[in-house]
């Protein structure tokens, strides 16, 4: 099968399976007959800008990037249910979550404030911003707690 016509399948089944894991993919584009490995479909993703988003707690599925919700509302509903503390120094936003919520929380603080970001980390309970500047990360951590 040729690499366009993979993606059109991928981004098929994508709109009509939550697909959480690239070893689902290949699951089921193996069941349809494409014989595909693990890497290639890794690569479609990229090339596909395919994104998670959440559907649930501990729960993601990819999606097509023209499918993106308003990140706003998702990053409030989710700061809601999953913020823990929020801290800052200088140019630093330490925010501490409940367990399994700190990545996608942390993708959808950069989606929402990329101007005020240099870079975002995160881990399973904790995301840390580094903003472009001091009053960057003030102004983003009143943003944040406005929310809570």
Known sequence: MRKKDRQRLIQKMIREVP????????A????RGVDVT?????????EMKLVKVPIGFHEYRYSMPSEKQ????????????????????EKFVSIRTTPGSGFA????????????????MTNDDKVLIISMSEADAAALKQLLLDLV
Do not use: Y
Request: hydrophobic residues 45%; negative net charge; proline residues 2%.
């Open 70 to 89: 308003d990140f706003s509302q998702r990053l409030e509903k989710l700061f809601r249910s999953s913020f823990v503390e929020l801290k800052q120094m």
């Open 19 to 26: 697909v959480g894991k690239q070893e689902e993919l290949v």
């Open 38 to 46: 693990q890497a290639t479909v890794s690569r479609d993703i990229k």
């Open 28 to 31: 089921l584009l193996q069941e």
């Open 105 to 120: 929380l942390g993708g959808l603080i950069e989606q929402v404030f990329p101007e005020k970001i240099f870079v975002v």
